[in-house]
């Protein structure tokens, strides 16, 4: 290609020119470490970056040489002019590389798809024409072609002590090669074709680390430096803090990971006693007070004050230590960290390391990094392990230690003047701001953000005899120490409630070993308080990466205890039961409980992790948000207790029944809808009985029979035949007089299925009813008008009963009722018969595999079969032979059994999370994000006030939303009949859904 008149044929205007990159340029140039020679890629007319380095140059002593590289013959000239005069700027008119280096058009094209760049802001034909242009301008101009090389040779230059890599568009990763060793690197349009390969090259260099990153300026630049090169000016600097008194053996730890540290640092050390003031007053009245065991004449006992007596020797750059006069306490614990602030006289991070929280400089690095490539961030939260003993450690969060509104507020971002309003917690504002602004408030980095990080510190609360003690004293925890023994040795079965053990524990915090958690301990004690050794940071890896490959549990499962939100009925008892069941088992290890605002059941032995509850108004949210924990907790395989699902994790389904679906209601209500995604995103399904497996095949063909296991429910251990005498401590207890029939459960349903009214108008055609009476447990606390009009003159109890008095109520009755018309299961039918009650039911769904033979089967609809079989049930004979049979049916079933059914799915499923041939995948994950899309656009349309046309666009995404949802519905239809092609389904009405979609994202996240 032949250009004329390229525009490399002109002078254009500086891009960096008095910004932020520049001032760092300038800075940079400046630097005592970099002294010998600098390098510009790409200097232009010498009026940007140029002239910041010139800048800095001119105030360093000395005076490195700066090699300038200019390709453009016209902007070579005018760099050239403006710089004659200063005899240490070298510049050339070259090629930083040979064209050969050049990418090819195929390799920009490739990029230009795959990478969401400055670059996509372009046509892809201006882009390919520009590659053309830097290449043919190359060649015609006949400059010299491997600049770089050329310089290096001419100077004998190893490496470069600084380079801006800020050439063609083209070339950045070529130059990188070439400058590679350099000790400062600079890549101007990082997040362009240019530096991006070479930003992610550094980024996972182990020899260099980033100082300095914007891309929201421009196209984004990086500043890496070299790990081995002393700390430069425009480095990010922190100043640590830390209070303590009696700090042994913690305090010996930190400059082990401290003196790693290649960049500014500084550690604050506060020596001394706090008086129980202000941030700390409170535990005065707790019991609180100073005593004299603890310090000697205001400071430590134990060493501590000698020891950082040697720090200072060894660190005097490093380290400073503040101590009131001899036999002086601070005046609370906020004097005390406020005495390092008024030292701390530049921008930094302030970070907080109380004694005996433990972290590593990678963590340190990381974190700090994080407030590089986000300058704006105020601020950073942490979640922490927080030992409460030498073994164990907290496994909950959104509890006591874990509060994420104030724990653990560890670093800020500083300015000199900022003061301390409060410590506990902390609270570090800027005073002369309206409001005395709180920096941690402003803008945080929050757990989610550090914890993808691997931001977890240690932190040894409760870890030493003498911290016990001291805890005791100062904070008036009474008994704390006794408390403390008492979790050694490790409870049997864990995890535990910490509240069972330290009885200022209020919630429903729980701890487990950490083994079960998966972590090694930085701090390692033998007998006494007195031995004591660390880790180095190699062997924690080690030991981390050892502890990974050969004792990760797999698999990871979750379960949302959603259920347990609004009801305590039959399913919540299953799962409490195959819960318990897995508690006693190895297996609890491997599972997590999703606890929806603290409703799930407390099981000692398994884990939980408490969540939001579920809002079935914002379902899209919820689906997103559990992937989220998925994400968090390392999940492999998802299970809910009542149809729930993440958007990636694979997922089991269980199947309880298909009432609204077999009694044809309208599924479109939010419960039903997501039962429906929660099967369509499954990957194996589990039903509690045959008749579910076979509804659930004949509903969705694309599941086959051979994939759905059957998992029988048990029965508790508690339903078993009773003493009369209990029984009739039952009765006198709800004044029960003579014989009852027994009602367990709902009275109606939904299109009353329950059937009840038909035993109803049954009960009144017996003849000799007057010493019979109805006793009725769940369902609604008042007897619907419609039954209590059909036998006015019959007592009937509505009683709430316990499981212990439900026992008693299924052993003293006459029979239990249970003419269903439909169930997936039938809990009652199993426990009536397990304490020897006769059942009278239906020989409908799931009935006859609970049943068995030892039921009284009738006709849901003939009154006079029912009427027979409540007076056969009377008879002596026919009732102690369906007691017997009863008895034998129920030992069929077990809990266990149950549990090991359901455990063998879930593992088998994680190993091989397959899905069904024909489920509609990827139209579930279009469904599941348009639901987000709506939940989170609704509000800030409506709360933002955006244009009526905005509004309506809205709803009619809403609409398209439900449209879609029955065209899910006639899917299942139509594959019955094996007539669909479920990829046909995106050639209509999608499209559209996309034109509307892709407008609420450019407006939500563009």
């Known amino acids: 290609m032949t250009t004329k008149q390229s525009e490399l044929e002109s002078a254009i205007p500086p891009e960096i020119k008095n910004d932020e990159l520049y001032e760092f340029i300038e800075v940079l140039a400046s630097e005592v470490n970099l002294t010998q020679h600098f390098l510009e890629i790409g200097s232009s007319s010498g009026g940007g970056s140029t002239e910041a380095f010139v800048k800095g140059i001119t105030k360093s002593s000395h005076k490195p040489i700066l090699h300038c590289m200019e390709v453009s013959k016209v902007r070579f000239q005018n760099l050239e002019e403006a710089y004659k005069n200063y005899s240490f700027v070298k510049v050339y008119n070259v090629s930083s590389v040979p064209i050969d280096r050049f990418p090819s058009v195929g390799d920009v094209i490739s990029f230009y798809k795959s990478h969401k760049t400055s670059l996509n802001q372009y046509d892809l034909s201006e882009v390919i024409r520009w590659l053309w242009q830097d290449i043919s301008y190359i060649q015609e101009s006949s400059v010299v072609q491997n600049g770089i090389q050329t310089i290096k040779e001419q100077y004998e230059i190893n490496t470069f002590d600084l380079v801006l890599i800020d050439g063609s568009e083209f070339t950045g ?36 680390e980033l100082i300095r990153k914007n891309f929201s300026l421009r196209n984004g630049y990086s500043i890496f430096k070299r790990k081995d090169v002393g700390s430069l000016s425009i480095e990010l600097p922190i100043h640590f803090f830390t209070i303590v008194l009696n700090g042994k053996p913690f305090i010996d730890y930190h400059i082990s990971f401290l003196k790693e540290l290649s960049f500014k640092w500084h550690w604050h050390i506060v020596e001394g006693v706090a008086d129980l003031k202000h941030d700390t007053a409170w535990s005065v009245d707790a019991g609180g007070s100073i005593s004299e065991d603890f310090h000697i004449a205001g400071l430590s006992i134990d060493g ?10 060894l660190y005097p750059q490093n380290i400073t230590v503040y101590r009131k006069t001899k036999g002086e306490f601070w005046d609370g614990k906020r004097e005390m960290v406020q005495a390092p602030l008024n030292n701390i006289s530049e921008e930094c991070l302030l970070w907080q390391i109380d004694v005996d929280e433990f972290w590593t400089s990678e963590q340190i690095y990381s974190s700090r990094n994080l407030f590089i490539d986000n300058p704006n961030k105020t601020s950073a939260y942490y979640w922490c392990w927080y030992f409460v003993s030498r073994n164990l450690v907290v496994s909950t969060r959104n509890c006591y230690s874990q509060n994420p509104n104030q724990e653990w507020l560890r670093t800020w971002k500083f300015k000199p003047g900022y003061t301390w309003d409060a410590h506990e917690p902390p609270v570090l504002v800027d005073p002369l701001s309206e409001n005395r602004v ?3 408030k402003v803008n945080p980095l929050l757990h989610e953000e550090t914890l993808k990080h691997n931001l977890i510190f240690q932190h040894y609360a409760y870890f030493t005899n003498a911290q016990l003690k001291f805890k005791e004293s ?17 409870p049997q079965r864990l995890p535990v409630f910490l509240s069972d053990y330290f009885p200022w524990v209020k919630d429903e915090t729980m701890v487990n070993t950490v083994d079960a958690l998966g972590i090694i301990p930085i701090i390692h004690y033998e007998d006494s308080d007195s031995h004591f050794s660390f880790l180095s940071e190699s062997d924690l890896k080690e030991a981390y990466q050892n502890a990974s490959r050969s004792s990760k549990k797999f698999p990871r499962i979750a379960i949302d205890g959603v259920f347990f939100q609004f009801l305590d009925t039959g399913i919540a008892r299953v799962w409490k039961s195959i819960l318990t069941e897995w508690s006693m088992t190895e297996f609890a290890e491997n599972l997590l409980i999703l606890d929806r605002g603290g409703t799930a059941p407390r099981i000692p032995g398994i884990q939980y992790r408490k969540i939001k509850t579920l ?83 004949k509903l969705f063909p694309f599941i086959t029979l051979k994939s759905v296991e059957v998992a029988y429910p ?11 005498h209990e ?7 709800y004044k029960v007089q003579g014989q009852y029939f027994l009602i367990v459960g709902n009275r109606t349903g939904l299109q009353n299925y329950k059937n009840i009214e038909y035993f109803f108008k049954a009960f009144r055609e017996i003849e000799k009813t007057d010493n019979i009476s109805i006793i009725c447990t769940g369902g609604q606390s008042l007897l619907e008008e419609n039954l209590k009009r059909l036998v006015p003159n019959v007592t009937i109890h509505i009683l709430n009963l316990s499981n212990d008095e439900l026992r008693c109520a299924y052993a003293g009755a006459i029979a239990l ?31 006859p595999e609970v049943a068995g033979n030892a039921a009284i089967y009738v006709n849901g609809y003939d009154i006079a079969e029912m009427t027979a079989a409540l007076s056969q049930v009377q008879i002596p004979t026919i009732r102690h032979q369906l007691i017997a049979e009863g008895l034998e049916q129920a030992k069929k079933f077990s809990w266990s059994r149950m549990a090991e059914t359901i455990q063998k799915v879930l593992v088998d499923t994680a190993k091989n999370p397959q899905k069904p041939a024909l489920a509609p995948e990827k139209y579930w994950e279009i469904i599941r994000e348009e639901q987000f899309i709506i939940s989170n656009s609704q509000k800030y349309l409506q709360s933002e006030g955006k244009k009526d046309t905005l509004l309506t666009e809205y709803q009619q995404l809403q609409t398209q939303h439900q449209q879609l949802h029955q065209e899910y519905q006639k899917l299942t239809d139509l594959a019955q009949q094996a007539l669909v092609d479920i990829g046909n389904m995106k050639e209509h009405r999608l499209f559209k859904l996309y034109s509307i979609l892709s407008r609420l994202k450019n407006l939500f996240i563009g």
């Not at 000790?183 to 090259?201: F, G, P, Q």
Request: proline share 5%; net charge negative.
């Open 474 to 490: 100062y904070y008036g925890y009474k008994g704390a120490l006794k408390q403390w023994e008492s979790l050694d040795p490790i």
């Open 438 to 440: 709180n920096i941690a």
């Open 727 to 733: 029984v009739n401590e039952f009765k006198s207890k």
């Open 817 to 847: 009722v249970y003419p269903s018309l439909y169930e997936g299961f039938g809990l009652p039918v199993l426990e009536a018969m397990a304490c020897g009650c006769p059942v009278i039911a239906c020989p409908v769904a799931s009935i």
């Open 615 to 697: 809002d079935y108004n914002h379902t899209g949210y919820d689906c997103k948000y559990l992937q989220e924990i998925c994400d968090e907790e390392e999940i492999d395989l998802f299970i809910s207790t009542y149809y729930t699902s993440p958007i990636i994790t694979p997922s089991t389904f269980l199947a309880y029944d298909f009432i609204p679906e077999i009694l044809g209601l309208n599924t479109s209500d939010a419960v039903w809808r997501e039962k429906l995604y929660s099967i369509l995103h499954a990957c194996s399904f589990i039903t509690i009985s045959q008749n579910t497996a076979n509804d659930l095949v």
């Open 173 to 208: 990763e070529a130059e990188l090669n070439e400058v590679y060793g350099s000790k400062v690197i600079i890549l101007d349009d990082a997040n362009s074709y240019k530096n991006y390969t070479a930003h992610h090259r550094l980024i996972n260099d182990e020899n260099y």
């Open 304 to 313: 501590t004050s000698e020891y950082l007596d040697e720090l200072i020797k």
């Open 714 to 724: 048990g029965v508790d251990s508690l339903f078993c035949p009773v003493l009369p």
